[in-house]
Nanobody, 123 residues
Framework: QVQLVESGGGLVPAGGSLRLSCAAS????????MGWFRQAPGKERALVAA????????YYADSVKGRFTISRDTGKNTVYLQMNNLKPEDTAVYYC????????????????WGQGTQVTVSS
């Protein structure tokens, strides 16, 4: 089983930056698709960014393209979400998630989830 723990959230003014970290356990971490989701009050959880285990394919929601970057450090078993030029509408709880390598690439099911970290962007 994979255990995920997020960190790096906080309060930041509009235009600022944050770097979220997701520490993962498991020897097969590098083979998992990793995703970052967010859920704002009153809104449905949405996928923000994802990276396949190979690192050769990434996805970004239109709302964050050009501002957010997902990356991973396999040596540290950690995935990151660099968030630049933050906007108040980015305020949400951000979750790290992992999708097992045996799932098809189009699957929307992620198998492991972190507890979430709050990101608040002030006006």
């Amino acid at each position: 089983q994979v255990q995920l723990v997020e960190s790096g959230g906080g309060l930041v003014p509009a235009g600022g930056s944050l770097r979220l970290s997701c520490a993962a356990s498991g020897r097969t971490f590098s083979s998992y698709t990793m995703g970052w989701f967010r859920q704002a009050p009153g809104k449905e959880r949405a996928l923000v960014a994802a990276m396949r285990g190979s690192g050769g394919s990434t996805y970004y929601a239109d709302s964050v393209k050009g501002r957010f970057t997902i990356s991973r450090d396999t040596g540290k078993n950690t995935v990151y979400l660099q968030m630049n030029n933050l906007k108040p509408e980015d305020t949400a709880v951000y979750y790290c998630a992992a999708k097992a390598p045996w799932r098809v690439t189009t699957s929307t099911t992620y198998d492991y989830w972190g507890q979430g970290t709050q990101v608040t962007v002030s006006s």
